[in-house]
T-cell receptor
Framework: QQKVQQSPESLIVPEGGMASLNCTFSDRNSQYFWWYRQHSGEGPKALMSIFSNGDKKEGRFTAHLNKASLYVSLHIKDSQPSDSALYFCAVLYQGGRALIFGTGTTVSVSP | DPKIIQKPKYLVAVTGSEKILICEQYLGHNAMYWYRQSAKKPLEFMFSYSYQKLMDNQTASSRFQPQSSKKNHLDLQITALKPDDSATYFC??????????FGSGTRLTVL
C-alpha cells in the first residue's frame, strides 16, 4: 500500500517569506503527483500537478519532483496571509483510479 | 456557483442509526469519489466510481455503501453508525484520472 508522508507537520512563515513543504512516497512506480490546499471549512483544491522530474513553477508556487528519491516538494515564495491553510501532496494510486493523500502540513503565515 | 453539491453540510446522528450523504456534480466528469477526513487520518480514500461502476473500494467495512442512481450522483449510505464514523466526508469528481475537484463536505457527528 502506498505510503505518503509529509513534513513538517506544521510551519509558521513570516509574511513575504518562503515556505518549504516536503513529501515522500513509497511506491517507486508512482508517476503523477499533485499539491492540494485546503482552507478551513472548505474542501481541498488543487494547486498544481507535476509529472516529470525537476521543477515546475506556477506563479509564487514551485514544485520539485525526484522520482528516484521518492520525493516531491512545494515552495511558496512571498507568502501571503491567504496562503495559511492545510497543504497535501497527492499521488495517483496504482491502477490510476484515485489519489492517495499525504499526512498534510499546516502552514500559518504571520503578518 | 458550486459545481459539486454535498448535502447536508452538517449531520448529527445517534449510534446505530443510518444516514445517507448526498453528492451531485455538475462538471460533466465521469469519475466520482468519496474521501473521509478526520483528525486521525487527514484525507482517507474510500471509493471511486467510473461511469457509475465501482472501481475501487478501500473501506474495510460493509456499513459504507456508495449508491449511484445517475451519472452525476454518488451518494454514500452509512448504516449502524458508530462514534468513530464521526468525520467530514468529501465527495470529489474528475475526468478520468486527472485533477480531482472536491465538494465542501458533509460534517458527520455520531453521538
Amino acid at each position: 500500500q502506498q505510503k505518503v508522508q509529509q513534513s513538517p507537520e506544521s510551519l509558521i512563515v513570516p509574511e513575504g517569506g518562503m515556505a518549504s513543504l516536503n513529501c515522500t512516497f513509497s511506491d517507486r512506480n508512482s508517476q503523477y503527483f499533485w499539491w492540494y490546499r485546503q482552507h478551513s471549512g472548505e474542501g481541498p483544491k488543487a494547486l498544481m500537478s507535476i509529472f516529470s522530474n525537476g521543477d515546475k513553477k506556477e506563479g509564487r508556487f514551485t514544485a520539485h519532483l525526484n522520482k528516484a528519491s521518492l520525493y516531491v516538494s512545494l515552495h511558496i515564495k512571498d507568502s501571503q496571509p491567504s496562503d495559511s491553510a492545510l497543504y497535501f501532496c497527492a499521488v495517483l494510486y496504482q491502477g490510476g483510479r484515485a489519489l492517495i493523500f499525504g499526512t498534510g502540513t499546516t502552514v500559518s503565515v504571520s503578518p | 456557483d458550486p459545481k459539486i453539491i454535498q448535502k447536508p453540510k452538517y449531520l448529527v446522528a445517534v449510534t446505530g442509526s443510518e444516514k445517507i450523504l448526498i453528492c451531485e456534480q455538475y462538471l460533466g466528469h465521469n469519475a466520482m469519489y468519496w474521501y473521509r477526513q478526520s483528525a486521525k487520518k487527514p484525507l482517507e480514500f474510500m471509493f471511486s466510481y467510473s461511469y457509475q461502476k465501482l472501481m475501487d473500494n478501500q473501506t474495510a467495512s460493509s456499513r459504507f455503501q456508495p449508491q449511484s442512481s445517475k451519472k452525476n450522483h454518488l451518494d454514500l449510505q452509512i448504516t449502524a453508525l458508530k462514534p468513530d464514523d464521526s468525520a467530514t466526508y468529501f465527495c470529489a469528481s474528475s475526468q478520468t484520472t486527472e485533477t480531482l475537484y472536491f465538494g465542501s463536505g458533509t460534517r458527520l457527528t455520531v453521538l
